[in-house]
Antibody, heavy 115, light 108 residues
Framework: QVQLVQSGAEVKKPGASVKVSCKASGYTFTSYYIHWVRQAPGQGLEWMGTIYPSVDSRSYAQKFQGRVTVTRDTSTSTVYMELSSLRSEDTAMYYC????????WGQGTLVTVSS | SSELTQDPAVSVALGQTVRITCQGDSVRTHYASWYQQRPGQAPILVIYGKNNRPSGIPDRFSGSISGSTASLTITGAQAEDEADYYCNSRDSSGNHLVFGRGTKLTVL
């Protein structure tokens, strides 16, 4: 069965970076896009970016351009999302999800940015 | 514009039918998808494409589109359908996703 398992919760100080992982299993890793979506407390869903593991092509939301980097490791079927220059407004649950329909989601990773 | 507009809140009596809408130019060219999110849980895909339900989604959920408005209809709403519902679609470039702000559904 398809599974996306994310890394654990993180606490970071303002200005730092965070790197969240999303390990895929149960399907051919290189055949499906992986997207990153975040949700601040009490707020809606926000799309951040995507990667197509097969050819390592990436696309990012304009809001996060220059601050977010999505990478992949095909040897471990893992996608990473790194967000830099963190500020308090980046405190959120971060999700990975598969393909453009977002049919499968990871369990979420809570990132807290606090001094 | 790639914005998707949803009503913030909708209510429905138990067993009745409710329609949740998502308005935006992008749904004219890219199908909307719909997600259900219960408190403290990750979102779940309920409708994608023209009107497709993933395995395990009850057939009381259906999707439709008219012009620039996509709709999620729940026919015979159940107590467990009380949740937040989000739509999304690709933007005009086709390379980005955009979400609506979500609709809080209350089942009375």
């Amino acid at each position: 069965q398809v599974q996306l398992v994310q890394s654990g919760a993180e606490v970071k100080k303002p200005g730092a970076s965070v790197k969240v992982s999303c390990k895929a299993s149960g399907y051919t890793f290189t055949s499906y896009y992986i997207h990153w979506v975040r949700q601040a407390p009490g707020q809606g869903l926000e799309w951040m970016g995507t990667i197509y593991p097969s050819v390592d092509s990436r696309s990012y939301a304009q809001k996060f351009q220059g601050r977010v980097t999505v990478t992949r490791d095909t040897s471990t079927s893992t996608v990473y999302m790194e967000l830099s220059s963190l500020r308090s407004e980046d405190t959120a649950m971060y999700y990975c999800a598969r393909d453009w329909e977002l049919g499968y989601w990871g369990q979420g990773t809570l990132v807290t940015v606090s001094s | 514009s790639s914005e998707l507009t949803q009503d913030p809140a909708v209510s429905v009596a138990l067993g009745q039918t409710v329609r949740i809408t998502c308005q935006g130019d992008s749904v004219r060219t890219h199908y909307a998808s719909w997600y259900q999110q219960r408190p403290g849980q990750a979102p779940i895909l309920v409708i994608y494409g023209k009107n497709n339900r993933p395995s395990g989604i009850p057939d009381r959920f259906s999707g439709s589109i008219s012009g620039s408005t996509a709709s999620l209809t729940i026919t015979g709403a159940q107590a467990e359908d009380e949740a937040d519902y989000y739509c999304n679609s690709r933007d005009s470039s086709g390379n980005h996703l955009v979400f609506g702000r979500g609709t809080k559904l209350t089942v009375l």
